[in-house]
């Protein structure tokens, strides 16, 4: 059975405790769900890829308390001071070369000689951290490929009896995973649109990001077909097909609506529940279109992945 941990001080520290005996446990951020095992436990990370399913060449991220921490795990460079500085704790992960003696277990970085760091902002996910004391592996908590989990009860649905516990911290708030940069290549790298808007990213930086190619993984969220559900999904519908179900955006409406009046902020945290309620009607998923914009590249990153063949 999996427990379902309240975020009292109890709960926190069961999910602490758990985490240092190498179990599993499903802790909310600001972004999504994520799974968590210890980061320096080899046998605790496999048991990730065991329950989600996750191909082993798919990285993961590591999360940690505070900013100080990183530069442990990660090499430190005047970028990552200014990201860091500007957006954590927040929904932006960093990709950084590994540092000597980092201590953790090869599986999280795929083999790679980079890993992913992020600091979260959700004050659930952080007592969590602070508890564990040290670095945190935690994908998505979803079986590998499939919609994100947002809630507890999304979290149950697709991993319940194969992970310890899942802390109910209530919906998550921003409900997109995070914007991922590289900052291990010549010049700071868009890897994955996520809930940090990539001009904030640039008017911090000053300068326009390169976009990855998308020939090597080197980050989580970059495999063609993510965040699927079960059914098929089209994209940029203006309305159903006989025998669809359709997700609106703004005017065009549909079963559920993502936000009637276009606000993207609403759109991101409602995508994945909607994609959730509307997967349980076992009928495929018309989108309306969603502007290329701001959180909007995000919700489109997660469409398109969604909708690609498998």
């Given at each position: 059975?999996?427990?379902?941990?309240?975020?009292?001080?109890?709960?926190?520290?069961?999910?602490?405790?758990?985490?240092?005996?190498?179990?599993?446990v499903?802790?909310?951020?600001?972004?999504v769900?994520?799974?968590a095992a210890?980061?320096?436990?080899?046998?605790?990370?496999?048991?990730?890829?065991a329950?989600?399913?996750?191909?082993s060449?798919?990285?993961?991220?590591?999360?940690?308390?505070?900013?100080?921490?990183?530069?442990?795990?990660?090499?430190w460079?005047?970028?990552?001071?200014v990201?860091a500085t500007?957006?954590?704790?927040?929904?932006?992960?960093?990709?950084?070369?590994l540092?000597?003696?980092?201590?953790?277990?090869?599986l999280?970085?795929?083999?790679?000689?980079?890993v992913?760091?992020r600091?979260?902002?959700?004050?659930a996910?952080?007592?969590?951290?602070?508890?564990?004391g040290?670095p945190?592996?935690?994908?998505?908590?979803?079986?590998?490929?499939?919609?994100?989990?947002?809630?507890a009860?999304?979290?149950?649905?697709?991993?319940g009896?194969k992970?310890d516990?899942?802390?109910?911290?209530?919906?998550?708030?921003?409900?997109?995973?995070?914007?991922?940069?590289?900052?291990?290549?010549?010049?700071p790298?868009?890897?994955?649109a996520?809930?940090?808007?990539?001009?904030?990213?640039?008017?911090?930086?000053?300068?326009?990001?390169?976009?990855?190619?998308?020939?090597e993984?080197?980050?989580?969220g970059?495999l063609a077909?993510?965040?699927?559900p079960?059914a098929?999904?089209?994209?940029?519908a203006?309305s159903?097909?006989?025998?669809?179900v359709?997700?609106?955006?703004?005017?065009?409406?549909?079963?559920?609506?993502?936000?009637?009046?276009?606000d993207?902020?609403?759109?991101?945290?409602?995508l994945?529940?909607?994609?959730?309620?509307?997967?349980?009607?076992?009928?495929?998923?018309a989108?309306?279109?969603?502007?290329?914009?701001?959180?909007?590249?995000?919700?489109?990153?997660?469409?398109e992945?969604?909708?690609?063949?498998?």
């Amino acid at each position: 059975m999996t427990e379902i941990l309240r975020p009292d001080l109890a709960g926190i520290d069961r999910a602490a405790t758990l985490l240092r005996s190498g179990g599993l446990v499903a802790i909310p951020t600001e972004t999504v769900y994520g799974l968590a095992a210890d980061a320096c436990n080899g046998a605790a990370v496999a048991r990730i890829y065991a329950a989600k399913g996750r191909p082993s060449f798919n990285p993961l991220i590591v999360h940690l308390a505070e900013t100080q921490q990183a530069r442990r795990y990660g090499l430190w460079s005047d970028l990552a001071e200014v990201l860091a500085t500007a957006f954590w704790p927040g929904p932006l992960t960093l990709v950084l070369p590994l540092a000597p003696d980092h201590g953790l277990s090869s599986l999280v970085t795929a083999g790679l000689n980079s890993v992913a760091i992020r600091v979260p902002a959700l004050d659930a996910a952080h007592q969590v951290l602070t508890a564990f004391g040290g670095p945190v592996a935690a994908p998505s908590a979803n079986p590998s490929g499939r919609i994100s989990a947002t809630t507890a009860r999304h979290v149950l649905d697709g991993l319940g009896g194969k992970i310890d516990a899942v802390l109910d911290a209530g919906p998550c708030p921003v409900g997109l995973e995070s914007t991922i940069i590289g900052l291990h290549t010549p010049r700071p790298t868009l890897l994955r649109a996520g809930g940090l808007p990539v001009e904030a990213i640039e008017a911090a930086l000053g300068e326009p990001l390169e976009i990855a190619n998308g020939a090597e993984i080197i980050a989580p969220g970059q495999l063609a077909s993510h965040y699927a559900p079960n059914a098929r999904v089209r994209l940029n519908a203006l309305s159903a097909n006989p025998g669809e179900v359709m997700l609106g955006f703004g005017p065009v409406d549909g079963d559920l609506n993502l936000s009637p009046t276009g606000d993207l902020i609403e759109a991101a945290a409602h995508l994945f529940d909607h994609l959730h309620a509307l997967d349980a009607m076992d009928k495929p998923i018309a989108v309306a279109p969603v502007p290329d914009h701001g959180l909007g590249r995000a919700i489109n990153d997660r469409l398109e992945r969604a909708a690609a063949p498998r």
